[in-house]
């Protein structure tokens, strides 16, 4: 799927693309009715626009059990480009669990959709009337690529597993199992297999990664859904009419498919056994005590530049989003120190860093400054507001969701993926989490105290795996890219938030700036990390930082295709999450175009200060009054706050 350089045309309606071809049709296929609605749905890879993708479905029992059947053609989620290859109802997403009809139960004909057009009429159709379940798999691969196909299994074919994302500890957990296992590859997710066997669901309190997964016991006729700790990699759970269970990664996969559907909660397990959620990450920071340990600088510098390291192990060429702000500098600022000692293996004999923004953007300047005190190989793109008009519609297609400050963020990094991945890039580390942990939005400015400051960094990061983390997942894997952030991991969030919340208040009259604990523990004279200037320079949120003008040509479109009279009736037509602003209408109604009724449940709510959640909105009545996402909404805070 190509587009012309800096043209983005806009996407056919979904009654468009239903009535472009017969439906459950793939190029060269007669048409077939539609699927049973028992599925299950898994994915285990990158979603891609232009990824080099791994398309296999494996039998799970039967005569062609444990052999790879390659597909024809690839299922990608942006077929329109040639023509559908696999219409909405079908579940054109990439990775399926799809559970068949039992034994002595009639399957409907064609129900096997997940069998390949050159394995019609073999193991696949006949195993799908005795074999209640069904693997298949899209993969994006940057660990073993040569050897890590997915579904992965176990030796005697009992277990099957399809994941997405990545086990950061997995040489770790490899060498303490306690009986030999026979490993097939050398990709990470496949220590999760044997994990399983020795201590069943217990087992995922000891990964340390992202990640979201379906694994399948065939003896006990058993599958566990899971979702990492802070629901970094997506994944949703529908019901089916039938009382059946769906997992996807992607929400257009239970479009069709199911009556009701959620985003999977972070940090919680589905047993089949118990038919229930329960959840496995339950730290001591979020159990409504605040925490009071003492501050170390060191500590949080070793631990933070662990984190870092863990995310650099890569098979593929690799990189990092710059935008010049701390966070992301501080990522790239490590990165580069452990690729140029050799501390870390690398594909590459450079780093390769990237920004974007509107020409003479404040991002572009202070990245371009990063990059040449570090020494990385930069890329610095521009686009135009026009430019990101003409994407928006293409960013709520991959990003399923409306809600305004994700989208304003989530499109010039949509543009920026696809020309990352033109020079053949494949995972990239990010910034993500350190507003959220450290109170960095300028709003946090006028948190009363401690309690509060703190209460509110655990509703943000609990909340996180509905915007950020979504932004910087699909906004890359819709190019085939991989994003990983290291502010995110477990280890790192269970020192730093576990930190006495008084040391992260802000308080300029003494020097502490937001994120001041960050700052000063890589403040360091004689081997320092960043630019001073650099390394205390103000907040910027990302939709901020590329250009003021991005977030003001935003409003002013909304304010031509939106009119007066259908904000006066907004209300009735969405009755749930009513659009306030005209932008906000406007993203909504193309929500809709795609995802249906109840998809916009899936989506988030509720007034908000500059990424505030709604409680802080009671922090000062100026924020009551105005209630924009932009940073720039909290005044007599940003240097270039709005003006009333």
């Not at 017969?22 to 296929?29: E, N, T, Y």
């Not at 610095?380 to 709520?396: F, P, S």
């Not at 209300?571 to 749930?576: A, E, T, V």
Request: glycine share 8%.
């Amino acid at each position: 799927h190509t587009h012309p350089t800096h043209t983005y045309s806009p996407l056919p309606t979904r009654n468009e693309r239903l009535n472009a071809a017969p439906p459950l049709r793939r190029r060269g296929d007669a048409a077939r009715p539609s699927p049973p609605a028992g599925v299950h749905v898994c994915d285990g890879g990158g979603r891609s626009a232009g990824g080099e993708i791994d398309d296999e479905v494996f039998d799970l029992d039967g005569p062609l059990r444990g052999q790879k059947h390659h597909q024809p053609e690839r299922i990608c989620d942006d077929a329109e480009a040639n023509g559908p290859l696999l219409e909405p109802e079908e579940l054109r997403h990439p990775g399926h669990l799809r559970q068949l009809p039992s034994e002595g139960e009639a399957p409907q004909a064609g129900a096997g959709v997940l069998e390949d057009a050159s394995a019609q009429g073999t193991g696949l159709e006949r195993d799908r009337r005795r074999e209640p379940h069904a693997i298949a798999h899209e993969r994006l691969a940057i660990i073993d690529p040569e050897s890590g196909e997915q579904p992965l299994m176990s030796p005697d074919g009992n277990i099957v597993l399809s994941v997405n994302g990545e086990i950061y500890n997995y040489k770790e957990l490899m060498a303490g199992l306690k009986t030999d296992y026979d490993f097939k590859t050398s990709s990470d997710c496949e220590v999760i297999i044997p994990l399983y066997m020795e201590h069943g669901i217990d087992f995922i309190n000891k990964l340390r990664g992202m990640f979201s997964f379906v694994l399948y016991d065939k003896k006990s006729q058993r599958y566990i859904a899971v979702r990492d700790h802070m629901g970094i990699t997506p994944m949703y759970m529908g019901y089916g009419k039938d009382g059946s269970v769906v997992f996807a990664s992607e929400l257009k996969a239970l479009i069709g498919v199911c009556q009701e559907f959620k985003a999977f909660p972070p940090g919680n397990v589905y047993d089949s056994q118990s038919a229930s959620l329960i959840k496995w990450y339950n730290p001591e920071w979020a159990d409504g005590r605040v925490p009071a340990e003492k501050l170390d600088l060191m500590e949080v510098r070793k631990a933070f530049e662990k984190a870092v390291e863990r995310r650099m192990m890569a098979d593929v060429p690799w990189g990092v989003l710059l935008s010049g702000g701390l966070d992301s500098s501080l990522v790239a600022s490590i990165a580069k120190r452990k690729q140029e000692r050799g501390e870390v293996p690398s594909v590459l004999n450079e780093v390769h860093s990237f920004s974007i923004g509107l020409e003479g953007s404040p991002d572009l300047i202070a990245a371009q400054k990063v990059a040449d005190f570090l020494g990385t190989k930069h890329h610095a793109y521009t686009y135009t507001v026009q430019e990101g008009i003409d994407a928006i519609e293409e960013v709520i297609y991959h990003l399923e969701t409306y809600d305004v400050t994700t989208i304003r963020a989530s499109t010039p990094m949509f543009l920026m993926s696809r020309k990352i991945k033109s020079i053949g890039i494949k995972m990239v580390l990010s910034g993500e989490g350190a507003d959220e942990v450290f109170g960095g939005y300028l709003y946090f400015h006028k948190a009363p105290n401690r309690e509060e400051f703190h209460h509110e960094t655990v509703r943000k990061l609990s909340a996180l795996y509905l915007y950020d983390c979504l932004r910087a997942n699909k906004a890359t894997s819709a190019w085939g890219i991989e994003a990983r952030v290291p502010f995110l991991d477990r280890d790192f969030l269970d020192l730093s938030m576990n930190i006495d919340a008084q040391e992260k208040m802000i308080d300029k009259a003494n020097g502490r700036i937001e994120k001041w604990i960050m700052r000063a523990a890589f403040d360091d004279e004689k081997d320092p990390y960043l630019p001073h200037e650099v390394l205390y320079r103000q907040k910027e949120q990302f939709s901020d930082g590329v250009g003021y003008s991005w977030i003001d040509g935003l409003k002013d479109y909304a304010e031509e295709e939106v009119n007066d009279k259908q904000m006066m009736h907004a209300k009735h037509r969405f009755p749930h999450n009513t659009p306030q602003t005209k932008e906000a209408y406007l993203y909504r109604s193309i929500f809709d175009s795609y995802f249906p009724d109840p998809a916009q449940m899936t989506v988030p709510g509720g007034p908000s200060i500059a990424c505030s959640t709604p409680a802080a909105i009671e922090w000062d009545k100026a924020f009551k009054d105005m209630a924009d996402p932009s940073g720039r909404a909290v005044a007599g805070v940003h240097d270039d706050a709005y003006k009333n």
